[in-house]
């Protein structure tokens, strides 16, 4: 258990503790909540860093990161739609998503290959990471709020069409992590979804 590995395991563990202090809703509980969520994040970005600076990379770690992000994202996208937050499909997308390359990857390990993160992936999970951050502050703040319904007037007034639809502002932040969760997965599934065929026959 090195140093990188012990940060990993932590964001796992940090993700139930975000979603159990976000059934709050009350200001103190969800201002925890983004912190806890702010320091999972910051524990990706060490993970990597220390591993490469130690050169101590795992392949423990190869595997084990993306699943941390994965499961973290997904806790968190599944929160925002039970507050209603953003639409279910869009976090839909991004969680099937996650869980068919943790399943691809899964598959890699079991014949003895590790499916590293791609530059364009690492972007794909930065860009979740901010928008998720983004909204949650609004969430954390929202109880403090004189009028809620003032509040979810601003967000949803600021709507502009894309594709036929009427997207309000949380809708537009999490647009471009979409966006590169859909392209990285046809990536991985282009190139590793081979891996499949032997379990599908």
Known sequence: MNL????TLSR???SPVFLILMLFDSFLPRLIALIVFAVAALTDLADGYYARKMG????????????ADKILVSIA??????????????????????????GLRSMA?????????????????????IAIS?????????????????????????L??????HCNLFDLIILIPL?????????????WGGLFKGVLR
């Open 56 to 67: 101590d990379v795992t392949s423990f770690g190869r595997f084990m990161d993306p699943i």
């Open 4 to 7: 990188p590995n012990f940060l």
């Open 109 to 129: 390990a079991y014949k003895g290959e590790v499916i590293a993160s791609t530059l364009l992936a690492k972007w794909k999970t930065a860009t979740q990471m």
């Open 12 to 14: 796992i563990l940090l």
């Open 160 to 165: 502009v069409p894309l594709f036929g639809l």
């Open 134 to 158: 983004v909204i949650m502050a609004y969430a954390a703040f929202e109880p403090l709020i004189a009028s809620r319904l003032a509040a979810e007037k601003v967000i949803n007034e600021w």
């Open 179 to 191: 966006i590169l969760t859909v392209w990285t997965g046809i990536h991985y599934l282009v190139r």
């Open 77 to 102: 996208l599944l929160t925002f739609i039970s507050l209603d937050y953003i639409r279910d499909w869009m976090a839909i997308i991004i969680v099937i998503r996650e869980f068919v390359i943790t």
